[in-house]
């Protein structure tokens, strides 16, 4: 069995346009996955069958509400990662 989630995609892209102007000391790959799992886990998520079932779910669901709400959680887990980045650049 395999399923997706719609959201994953939303936020992956939220956050790649939106990457380098967030407020977070460490930008490395690690921080941006931290931010990316810690977002998901706090979103409800959408799951589809299919893979182009996310297309269907995206024009969907693409309105500013959806968009507001997912770019509130990235805040809140940048915040958490800046707080306490779990990357090497970080760990002595
Ligand atoms: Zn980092």
């Not at 069995?1 to 460490?26: D, G, Q, R, T």
């Not at 799992?37 to 799951?47: E, G, W």
């Not at 297309?55 to 959680?73: E, L, P, S, T």
């Amino acid at each position: 069995m395999k399923v997706y989630n719609a959201m994953e995609p939303l936020v992956a892209e939220a956050l790649n346009e939106n990457w380098s102007e967030m407020n977070i000391p460490c930008k490395c790959e690690q921080c941006k996955n931290d931010v990316f799992a810690i977002t998901l886990n706090n979103l409800s998520p959408r799951y589809v069958s299919k893979g182009n079932g996310i297309a269907f779910v995206k024009a969907q669901y693409f309105d500013k509400q959806m968009m507001a709400n997912i770019y509130v959680r990235i805040g809140e887990a940048v915040k958490r990662v800046a707080e306490n980045p779990q990357c090497e650049n970080y760990q002595r």
